[in-house]
């Protein structure tokens, strides 16, 4: 699988969208390009990935940045008993 490129808020909207999207096929069902919209909304933000994103090298998603341990330092962090 590609590498996951929606973030939190481009998957909470995509979700929300799609949620609009089948309330209002409830009351309006013969818009089979509304349910397509819909579900592919759906489907990109269950698995964070968009093929579109891809293809235009973009990503909504925040990398985590890298912790660089330096020389002589240690991971675990000391307390001072007072």
């Known amino acids: 699988m590609k590498k996951k490129n929606i973030g939190v808020r481009d998957k909470i909207a995509r979700l929300f ?3 609009l999207i089948i309330i209002f096929l ?6 089979l390009i509304l349910l397509i919209i819909s579900l592919i909304l759906l489907l990109t933000a269950m698995y964070e990935f968009c093929p579109i994103y891809y293809l235009l090298r973009i990503s909504s998603r925040k990398e985590k940045p890298k912790i660089q341990k330096r020389k002589g330092q240690s991971t675990k962090s000391k307390h001072v008993n007072k």
Not at 26 to 31: A, D, K, Q, R
């Open 26 to 31: 409830l009351y309006s069902p013969h818009h």
């Open 17 to 19: 969208i799609s949620a």
